[in-house]
């Protein structure tokens, strides 16, 4: 139990283009999802932490009109990369944390992660 | 402001037992985790601690000292699939897990 999974796993696309990342809960629901991004021999970072139903809280220094996310449903949030550059090109991974009715989750479950490379 | 330290790189030798420590300043501390992340994949979850003491699982064991803001996460019997980045997250007050940066671990023949 307990599978996150993202998609695409690997993307490579043009400076300029816009780039969507989902991420699913396949067998449980999460009312908190998060973003992270990884860049080479460094740890996660967290880019905003969604909230089905509400707006996502960003990370301070994260910019949110470049990085929009929606959670629209208890097992879907999307990250789009709008407008594409180069030094966004890095390993982004998505969490899910399991609603349980009344007690605040203590783990969270991570997808496998999105390479994204940008020409 | 958050705060968490660990060593950058280790190495031991198969079959040796290593400690990898994490020390941590946080708003506010609602558990310790540990994950082990295989280059160019997820982190994948071993250990939570919230209250004082050794949980042990297997050939890992993690300790917490609260008071001391420490843990240390301990491999025994290492094995070459050990080598990895092994991750120390505090989830703070607001719910939220900050990581540190990562320990890489090489285990050597």
């Known amino acids: 139990g307990a599978v996150v999974s993202q998609h695409p796993s690997w993307v490579i696309c043009k400076s300029g283009t816009s780039v969507k990342i989902e991420c699913r809960s396949l067998?449980?629901?999460?009312?908190?999802m998060f973003w992270y991004r990884q860049f080479p021999k460094q740890s996660l970072m967290l880019m905003a932490t969604s909230n089905e139903g509400s707006k996502a809280t960003y990370e301070q220094g994260v910019e949110k009109d470049k990085f929009l996310i929606n959670h629209a449903s208890l097992t879907l949030s999307t990250l789009t990369v709008t407008s594409a550059h180069p030094e966004d090109s890095s390993f982004y991974i998505c969490?899910?944390?399991?609603?349980?009715?009344?007690?605040?989750?203590?783990?969270?479950?991570f997808g496998p992660g999105t390479r994204l490379t940008v020409l | 402001g958050q705060n968490i330290d660990q060593p950058t790189e280790m190495t031991a030798t198969e079959g040796a037992i290593v400690q990898i420590n994490c020390t941590y300043q946080t708003s506010g501390f609602n558990g310790l985790f540990w994950y082990q992340q295989h280059a160019g994949e997820a982190p994948t979850f071993l250990s939570y601690?919230?209250?004082?003491g050794l949980e042990e699982k297997g050939r890992f064991s993690s300790f917490l000292s609260r008071s001391k803001g420490y843990s240390y996460l301990l491999l025994k019997e290492l094995q070459m699939k050990d080598s990895a980045s092994y991750l120390c997250?505090?989830?703070?007050?607001?719910?939220?897990?900050?990581f540190g940066p990562g320990t890489r671990l090489s285990v050597l023949p």
């Open positions: 601690n919230v209250l004082d």
């Open positions: 997250a505090v989830k703070d007050y607001g719910q939220n897990f900050v």
């Open positions: 969490s899910a944390a399991p609603l349980l009715a009344g007690v605040p989750y203590n783990e969270q479950f």
């Open positions: 067998d449980f629901q999460a009312t908190t």
